[in-house]
């Protein structure tokens, strides 16, 4: 274990500058995917959202013209 301390992918400096940004921020982001690893996931989540919301858009929709 102790010979894995270090080796990590990433650089945690800039994790963390990268973390204070975000809590500091404006408008600070609800999640904050930090790293290829974590964005992939990201996306690929947003991407099946989109598709079953697609999939499902007429049984969630009323017509036009009528309230639900």
Same mark, same amino acid.
């Given at each position: 274990m102790s010979r894995m301390n270090g080796q990590q992918p990433g650089d945690p400096a800039k994790a963390g500058a990268a +973390? +204070?940004?975000a809590v500091m921020a404006e408008a600070p %982001?609800?999640?904050l995917p930090l790293g290829h690893d974590a964005l992939e996931r990201v996306?690929?989540?947003l991407r099946c959202?989109?598709?079953e919301l697609e999939t499902?858009?007429?049984v969630?929709? %009323?017509p036009r013209g009528r309230r639900a």
């Amino acid at each position: 274990m102790s010979r894995m301390n270090g080796q990590q992918p990433g650089d945690p400096a800039k994790a963390g500058a990268a +973390i +204070i940004d975000a809590v500091m921020a404006e408008a600070p %982001p609800c999640r904050l995917p930090l790293g290829h690893d974590a964005l992939e996931r990201v996306e690929t989540k947003l991407r099946c959202v989109s598709e079953e919301l697609e999939t499902w858009r007429a049984v969630g929709m %009323p017509p036009r013209g009528r309230r639900a």
